[in-house]
């Protein structure tokens, strides 16, 4: 019995409990004086995307709209909140590269994946190449919209694939992707500044989108990389009001 308490009368014991101590005591303090939380509340959407009103993006036309099937993919995934349409931009030529849209967008919220789903895993999870990868500002215009920056300035990351075909008489094909994110009221570029935002303790919610953009034609053609930013500030100028206005919660 005496070399048991003895145990526990050790120095470096005592250290760890001191320090454990310690440090509950901060976050107690902290939480309670200066509204630090660990564990966010969820903010759900004002509205599934499923119910998305199609004649508000005109005068872009929704074609297909996909479920994800596999249970494997969704839970992958990690949320049943998404939206994985193609829309066709009826103002431009069908030949024309950027006719089509594949429009994939995801939400997360209470304390999500600080890490979420970006295109370099995907793409290259099915066998494609990112060629290269840059940091652009698309901008939408003034819109006058709460939750669109004054200058309709979105930061975004611009992905450039390579997909070999498998047809011999047939060369590489290139392709752009398009994303970015709106977490916590605000809109970020890349995974990086999603952690950050993510990992503010002064905020009692937290939740963050993805929003996909990739631009083709029905014969399977891509268009460049400016083509392919023109014709996402296009669609974003229509698309982003719908989202801020009837799917995204409001972020005071």
């Given at each position: ?97 950027v ?33 290269s ?8 215009g ?10 309709g300035?979105?930061?975004a990351t ?6 070999k ?11 752009p ?76």
């Amino acid at each position: 019995m005496k070399s048991f308490v003895k145990n526990y009368l050790q120095p470096s014991f005592l250290l760890s409990v001191a320090c454990l101590l310690f440090t509950a005591g901060f976050i107690s303090y902290f939480k309670a004086y200066q509204g630090i939380t660990l564990i966010k509340k969820p903010l759900p959407l004002k509205q599934p995307f499923d119910v998305l009103d199609e004649k508000l993006l005109e005068p872009y036309k929704v074609i297909d709209k996909s479920k994800i099937s596999n249970q494997d993919v969704l839970e992958s995934l990690g949320t049943e909140d998404y939206l994985q349409w193609i829309v066709e931009d009826t103002t431009v030529d069908v030949m024309n590269p950027v006719r089509n849209c594949s429009v994939f967008i995801t939400y997360y919220t209470g304390n999500p994946d600080q890490v979420p789903h970006v295109p370099e895993a995907c793409y290259t999870g099915g066998g494609d190449q990112v060629e290269s990868s840059s940091s652009v500002t698309l901008n939408i215009g003034d819109v006058n919209l709460p939750g669109i920056p004054r200058k309709g300035e979105i930061p975004a990351t611009v992905l450039i694939f390579t997909r070999k075909s498998t047809e011999i008489w047939q060369t590489t094909a290139a392709f752009p992707v398009i994303y970015f994110f709106k977490v916590n009221g605000t809109y970020k570029g890349n995974r990086t500044a999603v952690r950050i935002a993510l990992g503010d303790l002064m905020s009692e919610y937290s939740y963050f989108s993805k929003i996909e953009l990739k631009f083709f034609n029905s014969r399977g053609l891509y268009p460049d990389q400016q083509q392919s930013i023109e014709a996402a500030d296009r669609l974003l100028k229509v698309l982003l009001p719908v989202l801020e206005k009837n799917h995204w919660p409001d972020w005071k």
